[in-house]
């Protein structure tokens, strides 16, 4: 997609040990691209190390949730021209080597879904979550009318129509970033399909799962898939006005 403005959108909430480097190895695989972080109400120096690193900063006040974040990063991109948003996250486990991958993919779809569990690397998932990828992979895999085996991963690319969609609904709610937000993309007629990427390990912190959460994921996704078929959005071609 060589005359697409592409933008890098990382949502970050107490990264700041490691999203300089995030940045900086972004910046190295697309010299380019357009970089924002999302200081998602961090309580440390996140938006400095992001700044000192070359990203732009949009600095939230509260903590919206990454659903709240991307939708930021989204109507960012639109106001500014871009036409593809990229979503990485700020704790170092999706590889911006995988970057030209995820974007050579919108070539033939619209939304493009960087998959652990594809066929390559070593990524995991135990528990209730595994369970809930799952079942989620099956669901989506026939609304979709092909195969998806990581529905929740945060690691993907949306081109033009994906853009404009999300820029005016992206949901903030729990899992709206990853259940409801493909759900929507699904009922826009939007193309969507995933390659295989390797996942890296957390770089430095504590990731924000724990045990607890882990036990009612289960629950809580099969609620936002509900929610999200029974809620109703507009198209990706609909007027404001109509």
């Known amino acids: ?18 999203v300089g480097a995030v940045v900086t190895k972004v910046r190295a695989a697309l010299p380019d691209a357009g970089i ?4 998602d109400g961090s309580t440390d120096h996140t938006s400095d190390r992001a700044r000192e690193a070359g990203a732009s900063v ?4 509260v903590n919206l949730g ?7 990063g989204y109507r960012y991109a639109k106001s500014r021209g871009y036409d593809v948003v ?9 590889d911006p080597g995988e970057l030209p991958a ?6 033939d779809a619209d939304l493009v879904i960087g998959s652990r569990f594809a066929g390559r690397g070593t990524y995991r998932a135990g528990g209730p979550r595994r369970w809930a990828m799952v079942v989620l992979s099956v669901v989506f895999s026939r609304l979709a009318r092909t195969k998806l085996t990581d529905v929740t991963s945060g690691f993907k690319a949306a081109g033009p129509r994906a853009v404009e969609l999300f820029a005016r609904y992206y949901p903030a709610e729990y899992l709206g ?24 390990e957390r770089m430095s912190g504590r990731p ?11 629950s809580r996704a099969g609620l936002a898939l509900l929610l999200a078929l029974v809620r109703r959005r507009p198209a990706a071609d609909q007027s404001d006005s109509a």
Do not use: C, F, W
């Not at 997609?1 to 490691?18: F, G, K, T, W």
């Not at 990229?86 to 999706?94: E, K, P, R």
């Not at 995820?102 to 070539?107: E, N, R, T």
């Not at 924000?208 to 289960?218: D, E, K, T």
């Open 1 to 18: 997609m060589p005359d697409r403005r592409v933008l890098i959108v990382l949502p970050a909430l107490n990264e700041e040990h490691n």
């Open 66 to 72: 990454v659903g709240g974040a991307m939708r930021t």
């Open 177 to 200: 970033d990853t259940v409801e937000s493909l759900v929507m993309a699904l009922r826009a007629r939007l193309v969507v399909k995933e390659i295989p990427v390797v996942m890296l």
């Open 208 to 218: 924000s799962a724990s045990p607890v959460r882990a036990a009612i994921y289960l």
């Open 58 to 61: 949009a600095r939230l006040a």
């Open 36 to 39: 924002l972080v999302v200081d």
């Open 102 to 107: 995820l974007l050579a993919g919108l070539d």
């Open 86 to 94: 990229v979503q990485v996250d700020a704790d170092g486990q999706h």
